[in-house]
């Protein structure tokens, strides 16, 4: 690898997490009731969040995977299953970073806004997830993506009737 290519893949990984973190605060101010209840699933049970979230994972992922490997019509099913799995873990994933950056500032003793929670909440994750080698790949970002997809069935299952989700 040379340094062209290094210095393009930090470019890529920079623009990736600004991507991410403009993301959560999009559905933060989108979906604003999903992401308090995602983190309310996280805070009133984080390892039911956390047992769902793997189950579904390892059930649903590995479906998906077998569609893959079957041929173009299953495979376009198993993408679509892949979608789905994503955009879920993304809803989960706005409240687990609210909720973290709700935690980063009654350390800091600070008063911060839902805007300043959800961006450093966000920050928090992607550098622990991307930035730690190995640790924070193998490990940290897969507990951080059962997290939040568990967190985002929770709140699917406790919701209100009256506004849906």
Do not use: C
Not at 40 to 68: D, H, K, Q, V
Not at 69 to 86: C, R, S
Not at 137 to 161: D, E, H, T
């Amino acid at each position: 690898m040379n340094a062209g290519e290094i210095l393009a893949l930090i470019f890529i990984t920079l623009i990736a997490a600004i991507g991410l973190a403009t993301l959560l605060l999009l559905q933060a101010a989108l979906l604003p009731r999903i992401t308090a209840r995602s983190k309310l699933a996280l805070i009133a049970s984080p390892r039911r969040a956390f047992f769902i979230g793997l189950a579904n994972y390892i059930f649903l992922g590995g479906i998906a995977l077998l569609l893959l490997n079957v041929g173009d019509v299953p495979g376009l099913l198993g993408l679509l299953i892949l979608a789905a799995i994503a955009a879920v873990t993304v809803l989960g994933l706005a409240g687990l970073a609210l909720h973290t950056g709700e935690r980063l500032a009654e350390l800091r003793r600070v008063e911060s806004s839902p805007f300043k929670q959800v961006v450093w909440g966000a920050l928090t994750l992607e550098i622990a997830t991307l930035g730690v080698p190995v640790l924070g790949w193998f490990i940290v970002a897969p507990v951080v993506l059962m997290f939040a997809f568990g967190a985002a069935v929770v709140a699917w299952r406790n919701r209100k009737s009256e506004d849906g989700f």
